[in-house]
């Protein structure tokens, strides 16, 4: 049996759950989440827990049990307390800002990238180097986050460019130049 899947999820309160036969709506306070399951997964309310069960111990079934719980657990999480994705710019003259909804960043090249805020996402630069990616979509959030971070992913040698905060970046030697004689 699935340890994950096994796992009831507490809706805290203030959390409206509707459950339309495989689609889970979510309503919280920072926002509604909706998502359709596989028709097989079967998810209940019972009382104040969100309870996933599978119908057979079939290899499938199995591997969806524990998936469309934790999927289950990030909407709850999500309308509750919201995600959120850190990025940090390494480099020198590399620097964001924000200009609107669009974030505005200078990364080298001989043209500003510009990434415009989607709905249910907020982009925030506390410091010219840091970015944050904030919303109540998990997915959502670390698609967005991984899209920026794509603008210029940290390089091996000197550590250049946009990283998640916390990320180590493997440095390589430089070239070895003949030795003098």
């Known amino acids: 049996m699935s340890r994950i899947g096994r796992k009831p999820i507490a809706v805290?309160?203030?959390v409206d759950v509707k459950i339309d036969g495989t689609t889970?709506?979510?309503k919280g306070p920072k926002g509604t989440l909706t998502k359709s399951f596989h028709k097989d997964m079967i998810i209940k309310q019972e009382g104040a827990e969100l309870i996933v069960e599978r119908p057979s111990e079939n290899k499938m079934h199995k591997s969806l049990h524990g998936l469309?719980?934790?999927l289950v657990s990030n909407m709850v999480e999500g309308v509750t307390n919201g995600f959120s994705k850190s990025l940090d710019i390494e480099?020198?003259?590399y620097r964001a800002q924000?200009?609107?909804k669009n974030l505005v960043m200078n990364l080298g090249y001989s043209h500003q990238v510009i990434v415009p805020e989607i709905d249910g996402i907020t982009i925030d630069v506390?410091?010219?180097t840091k970015i944050i990616v904030n919303g109540i979509d998990k997915q959502v959030v670390g698609q967005i986050a991984a899209e920026i971070r794509e603008k210029r992913p940290p390089e091996p040698y000197k550590g250049k460019g946009i990283r998640y905060t916390g990320e180590r970046i493997i440095r390589k030697e430089g070239k070895a130049g003949k030795g003098k004689k």
Request: net charge positive.
């Open 98 to 100: 924000k200009q609107g």
């Open 24 to 26: 889970l709506t979510v």
């Open 12 to 14: 805290p309160a203030g």
């Open 126 to 128: 506390p410091a010219a």
């Open 91 to 93: 480099g020198i003259g």
């Open 68 to 70: 469309t719980r934790t």
